[in-house]
């Protein structure tokens, strides 16, 4: 499929375990940036990378890890998913990071941990 | 820091209501303001965006005009519909950052009776 996908779009976890949230986009896009949302406090950066191997910390990266290795995908990781990573986590992306270019989003993944 | 002020919602209104969405901004520079949509069950999609002082986005009938001097972004429209029931999301990304990073407002919920 064409466009920017995410998986699982739902996960039940408990605490202590490892999690990965996959992002895939179709577009070559060169930036990747992951949110978390939450009532309240909308959409937080996790973290964002500019290419292959290039990524950096958002407003809220603790307990989550990113990798990325291909262009096209930038999983993130929850090493010991905790209670408060309980959100909907969206993937984005674009295809510069300066001017107006348009971030697209994913459909998102909602993730419990119980 | 940078931060977004929205609006607490839910908004509720009937169809072919005025709706008014107030956005304002803190910045230490020159933003550009976007508004993005959330449709219920779906991630987020550009709505309209304004790059400088006095600019106005719209689209699909919504208008938001950029005032530097109030250090707001509102957004409005002249005659709702049912369809247009979403999260709306004020954001700022700063000109120049050149990894094009978004920083969302909370998030106003627009519900829109028949």
């Known amino acids: 499929d064409a466009g920017i996908t995410q998986s699982p779009r739902y996960k039940i976890t408990e605490t202590g375990r490892q999690v990965t949230l996959m992002c895939h986009q179709t577009?070559?896009?060169?930036?990747m940036f992951w949110y978390r949302q939450d009532l309240g406090h909308g959409l937080r950066l996790i973290y964002y990378s500019a290419a292959a191997d290039i990524t950096d910390k958002g407003e809220v990266p603790d307990g989550y890890v990113v990798s990325r290795s291909k262009t096209e995908n930038f999983p993130l990781t929850l090493e010991s998913a905790t209670r408060s990573q309980t959100s909907v986590y969206f993937c984005?992306?674009?295809?510069?990071?300066?001017?107006?270019?348009?971030?697209?989003f994913g459909p998102g993944t909602r993730l419990t941990v119980l | 820091g940078n931060s977004v002020t929205q609006m607490e919602g839910p908004v509720t209104l009937s169809e072919e209501a005025f709706l008014t969405i107030n956005c304002t901004y803190t910045?230490?520079?020159?933003?550009?303001l976007f508004w993005y949509v959330q449709y219920p069950g779906e991630g987020l999609q550009l709505l309209l965006k304004?790059?400088?002082?006095?600019d106005k986005g719209s689209n699909k009938g919504f208008e938001a005009t950029y005032r530097k001097e109030t250090t707001s972004f509102h957004l409005e429209k002249g005659s709702v519909q049912v369809s247009d029931s979403a999260v709306y999301f004020c954001?700022?990304?700063?000109?120049?950052?050149?990894?094009?990073?978004?920083?969302f407002g909370a998030g106003t919920q627009v519900v829109v009776t028949p």
């Open positions: 984005a992306s674009s295809d510069r990071g300066e001017g107006l270019h348009e971030q697209f």
């Open positions: 304004a790059t400088k002082a006095d």
């Open positions: 954001a700022l990304r700063m000109t120049t950052d050149s990894w094009g990073k978004l920083q």
């Open positions: 910045a230490t520079g020159y933003p550009s």
């Open positions: 577009w070559s896009h060169s930036y």
